[in-house]
């Protein structure tokens, strides 16, 4: 019981992690990760939102 529930406790901290939308703000692009800059119109303002 107490492995299921170490497991649970490390599946939900990753989900948190990973709760995350990446967008530009110039644009409105969705990236997949964050980047320095928006592969569709080189701006460097991206918005990291929490889900």
Known sequence: ???LLTRAKHLYDRYQ???LH???RR???T???TRP???TCGSTEIATIPL
């Open 22 to 24: 990446y967008e530009c």
């Open 37 to 39: 800059t928006c592969p």
């Open 17 to 19: 992690y990973d709760a």
């Open 1 to 3: 019981m107490k492995t």
């Open 27 to 29: 644009c409105g692009y």
């Open 31 to 33: 990236l997949a990760q």
